[in-house]
C-alpha cells in the first residue's frame, strides 16, 4: 500500500511540473518560439484591444520611457512583441519560465522597447510596466525586467512578475493587471489578472 501512494505521489508531481513548465500555445495551438512575433490580446472581448506603447504622461504625448498600453478598440491588435526566455537557446516559449517581452517596433525614445517594471508611482502608488528595459543578462541589476506566463484557467493564460533570475535577490511579485486612469488601459502590478492569448503576428504567411 506504501508503495502505491509513493508511486502515486511521484507521478501526480511528474505530471503537475509537467504542466507547470509546459509550452505555451498560440491561437493555432502552436507553441509560441523565442524570435517569433506575436500579438498579446485579451481572452474577453469587448474589453479593449491588444498591447501597444503610449505616453505615460498627460502633459506630452512625447513623454519617455512609453508605458504599456492596451489599445482602446477591440479591433486593434497593437504591436507585436518577441519573447525571449532565459536561458538563452530554448526551443520553446514554456510557462513559469523567466523571459523578456520586447515589442517588436520603433519608437521616438532613444531606448529599448523591453518591458520593465517600473518604480512605484507617487500619485498612484501603483508600479506601471514600462518599456526601456534591458534585455538579457539575468541577475539582481535586470531582475525588474523578467516576466512569466502562467496559466488562467485550464487552458488560457495572464502575464505575471516574479523573477526567480537572482535567488538571493527580494523580487517584486504579483499578477499584471490593467489599469483605467486617464481615458486609457494601463498595464500595472497587482489587481485583476489580465488574462490574455497569443496570436501568430505572420499567421497564414508561413512564418
Known amino acids: 500500500m506504501k508503495v502505491l501512494v509513493v508511486l502515486c505521489f511521484l507521478l501526480c508531481s511528474a505530471s503537475a511540473e509537467a504542466t507547470i513548465f509546459a509550452s505555451v500555445r498560440d491561437t493555432d495551438g502552436r507553441s509560441l518560439r523565442p524570435g517569433h512575433e506575436y500579438y498579446i490580446l485579451p481572452l474577453f472581448r469587448g474589453r479593449g484591444g491588444g498591447l501597444t506603447l503610449a505616453a ?53 525614445c532613444v531606448q529599448s522597447t523591453v518591458w520593465q517594471l517600473g518604480d512605484v508611482d507617487a500619485s498612484t502608488g501603483r508600479r506601471y510596466v514600462i518599456s526601456g528595459g534591458v534585455e538579457g543578462n539575468p541577475s539582481a541589476g535586470t ?65
Open 56 to 108: 505615460n504622461s498627460n502633459e506630452s504625448s512625447f513623454a519617455c520611457p512609453l508605458a504599456v498600453a492596451q489599445a482602446r478598440s477591440e479591433v486593434d491588435s497593437g504591436l507585436p512583441v518577441i519573447f525571449s526566455p532565459a536561458p538563452e537557446g530554448s526551443e520553446f516559449v514554456k510557462m513559469s519560465t523567466d523571459l523578456n517581452v520586447r515589442f517588436s517596433a520603433a519608437t521616438i
Open 143 to 207: 531582475a525588474s525586467n523578467w516576466f512569466k506566463i502562467e496559466r488562467y484557467g485550464e487552458r488560457d493564460y495572464k502575464l505575471v512578475h516574479c523573477p526567480s533570475v537572482c535567488q538571493v535577490c527580494k523580487v517584486v511579485c504579483g499578477d499584471v493587471g490593467v489599469f483605467v486612469e486617464g481615458g486609457k488601459r494601463w498595464l500595472g502590478l497587482d489587481g485583476d489578472p489580465f488574462p490574455v492569448i497569443f496570436k501568430n503576428a505572420h499567421a497564414g504567411t508561413g512564418n
